[in-house]
């Protein structure tokens, strides 16, 4: 298919993709939650003539061309937050308390639309597209399990890629980054144990109030003074908990935090200096500090050529003014990360503000409210990725 011929299979997909959208968008549910999406998703695939495949609470699905060719993946995620909608909306949300906010229902519904172009054109590409419906992206991270479970096999996907909806991006404009497009998250947990005692006879204790002070201090010289100025690191400490009264020397401070980072290396640096540091300052200040460190998404690293790739099919789709770079990664979470760690490919952007004097709501606003007018922007990209060589 040329690419006239997609943009224009792509627009008389709108009706549809939105009415999905529309019907996705009034049950939104939680990770590892989401019953009625699954089941709508399913409906829609034989609806189209593809076969779905539930496993775990994610969804797969192939489009056969017939053809031999490349086996292209497309991930799409379909769950929602815990955000409460505002009256107003026409398919509002029937789950009181639960939204979807960041647009894993435009996602969704997106890559239904692109499979529905792709089975009605069998005869006109080669290869393969493997669906891929994911849980859980919100939460816990769905993206992990789905890999490990094999949905990157049989068949086995030879470049795969994702997209997001973004608020700051006109409709029309398509965003990629080569190399890191997002951050790892680590979460961190800092347990700085003490002994308690009488605040008139400090001496008889160890003040864990005092030593979780210094810890702060130090940490905040890890980015400052272990991280170059030229790379992209983050440590914050959202909380802090100790101490029961104030003539008692405090025996117990929690502190939690999130780490966040540009690439792996970077990662397992800050990973052990702050346990480096967490022993150091527990020495010094006579206490002990248990530093709790969790895995969380790894960095999100699209490959060079497949960057290239989706930035050429957005120009020649839409126009050169259309395709841009992203300039620096974000240093908010995405586990498509995991995707990528089994075969070469890209995530990308595509702009949902009607227009530049008119934006739309930041991601996970109770207010998002993104134009429609981007679905045949996202369906014909993901019909030109996969239909190319």
Not at 78 to 91: H, K, Q, S
Not at 309 to 318: D, H, I
Not at 323 to 334: N, T, V
Request: overall charge negative; aromatic content about 6%.
């Amino acid at each position: 298919m040329n690419d006239e011929r997609i943009w224009s299979l792509a627009k008389e997909q709108q009706a549809w993709v939105s009415s999905v959208r529309r019907a996705l968008h009034r049950v939104p549910e939680p990770g590892f939650r989401e019953e009625k999406t699954k089941k709508l998703i399913c409906e829609k695939l034989n609806e189209i003539g593809v076969a779905p495949v539930c496993e775990r609470g994610w969804i797969t699905a192939v489009v056969d061309s017939g053809e031999d060719g490349p086996v292209t993946g497309f991930r799409a995620d379909f769950d929602a937050l815990p955000v409460t909608e505002p009256r107003g909306c026409p398919f509002r949300s029937e789950h009181e308390g639960y939204m979807h906010a960041c647009g894993h229902d435009l996602h969704t519904a997106i890559l239904l639309g692109a499979a529905r172009l792709l089975t009605a054109a069998r005869g006109e590409w080669r290869g393969k597209v493997k669906l891929l419906f994911q849980p859980a992206e919100e939460t816990e991270g769905g993206a992990k399990p789905m890999v490990e479970g094999g949905v990157m096999e049989n068949p086995r996907v030879d470049r795969v890629y994702g997209l997001h909806v973004m608020p700051r991006l006109v409709t029309g404009q398509v965003e990629c980054r080569p190399g890191t497009l997002n951050a790892g998250t680590d979460s961190v947990k800092l347990t700085v144990k003490g002994v308690g005692a009488h605040g008139a006879y400090p001496d008889l204790g160890r003040d864990a109030i005092a030593c979780a002070a210094q810890l702060v201090t130090a940490l905040q010289t890890l980015v400052s003074r272990n991280v170059s100025p030229l790379e992209s690191c983050v440590l914050t400490l959202g909380t802090i908990e100790g101490g029961r009264a104030s003539n008692i020397i405090c025996d117990q401070v929690v502190m939690t935090g999130t780490l966040r980072t540009a690439n792996r290396d970077l990662r397992a640096m800050m990973l052990r200096r702050i346990r480096e540091v967490c022993a150091g300052v527990g020495q010094a200040m006579n206490c002990e500090i248990e530093a709790g460190l969790t895995e969380g998404y790894a960095p999100l690293v699209n490959d060079g050529a497949h960057c290239e790739r989706v930035l050429a099919t957005a120009r020649r789709l839409f126009g050169a003014e259309k395709a841009l770079i992203k300039e620096a990664p974000s240093m908010g979470a995405e586990d498509f990360s995991y995707f990528l760690d089994h075969a070469p490919g890209a995530f990308f952007h595509i702009g949902c503000s009607a227009d530049a004097a008119h934006p739309c709501a930041p991601l996970h606003s109770a207010e998002f409210d993104p134009d429609e007018n981007c679905i045949p922007v996202g369906v014909a990209m993901e019909a030109a990725l996969a239909t190319g060589e």
